[in-house]
């Protein structure tokens, strides 16, 4: 299975929660750029000001503006806050393969940093 940034989180709450103990066992997972902690800061606050903000507007370039959404939902974003804890709370833990699967994480050594520079 392969999954990239919040599809990596989601695969990993699946593992974590038992799910492919009564389904096809992976033999290979592959994480591509997951998210596990939000490289926006700000979505730590979501919970205490989303229902102030309502829909949440976020710049775009002018490729990302024909592929991403330019508002975002606060429910949305409290709900993927929400996520997020549950995976590092599992990752702490630790979270058991199914047997006889590997897991690969590939991660961009790209910063944010980077990347807004890269927009300019």
């Not at 096809?24 to 606050?45: A, C, G, M, T, Y």
């Amino acid at each position: 299975m392969l999954s990239s940034s919040t599809s990596g989180a989601l695969l990993l709450e699946l593992v974590a929660s038992g799910y492919f103990a009564n389904h096809i066992k992976p033999r290979n997972l592959l994480l591509v750029d997951p998210i596990v902690i939000s490289s926006d800061k700000s979505l730590s606050l979501i919970g205490a000001l989303g229902p102030m903000l309502d829909y949440i507007e976020t710049k775009l370039s002018a490729a990302e503006d024909k592929v991403y959404y330019h508002f975002r939902p606060q429910e949305t974003l409290q709900q993927l806050q929400t996520l997020l804890t549950v995976v590092r709370q599992d990752l702490e833990k630790g979270i058991v393969l199914p047997s006889a699967c590997a897991l690969k994480v590939y991660k961009s050594k790209m910063t944010q940093r980077t990347i807004r520079s890269a927009r300019c």
